[in-house]
């Protein structure tokens, strides 16, 4: 279901990013803006305080682990659903995370994209970029019975 103009974009997008930077940057941001996403990294430590959070160096590792995750459904755009439903599995069953939190996320991400690329995110390549992360929340979220 995805057009050609639409996998050039998504690819374009993904090779302007640097992971080990927008990784923890997206992280970060959703812990410090929603802060109850904490409770699910209680050992992650200090993240009393923004401040804490951005120099929480747990979160910074565990951001990259989450963009590492995204490189594969950009690798797979044509089964994202497939690609990640071991791992919607285990948010499911294992971590006990709110599904509701992986918008969250995707949100955060595109925000901290958009910050990086400046006029190189045009509104359409932000619409194609946002329409893929829905369909990696979706995918996320495809194990949720
Ligand atoms: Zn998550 C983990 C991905 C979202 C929470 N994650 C994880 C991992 C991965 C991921 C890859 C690792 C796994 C293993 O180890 O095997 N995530 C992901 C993605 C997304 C996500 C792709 C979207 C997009 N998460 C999320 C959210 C949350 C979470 C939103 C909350 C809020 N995760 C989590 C946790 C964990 C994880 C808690 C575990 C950590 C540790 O280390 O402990």
Known sequence: H???KERST????WEKLDI??????ALARVLIVYPWTERYFGGFGDMFTATAVLNN??????GKVVL?????AVKNMDNIKGTYAALSRMHYEKLNVDPDNFRLLADCITITVACKLKG????????TWQKF???????MGSQYS
């Not at 998504?10 to 997008?13: L, T």
């Not at 992360?133 to 979706?138: I, M, N, P, T």
Request: charge should be negative.
């Open 20 to 25: 080990d930077q927008i990784g923890p940057e």
């Open 120 to 127: 190189d995110l045009s509104p359409q390549t932000q619409a």
């Open 10 to 13: 998504v690819r374009a997008v």
């Open 2 to 4: 995805w057009t050609d």
């Open 57 to 62: 160096s747990k979160v910074a590792a565990q």
């Open 133 to 139: 992360l829905s369909v990696v929340v979706e995918a």
């Open 68 to 72: 590492k995750a995204l490189d594969r």
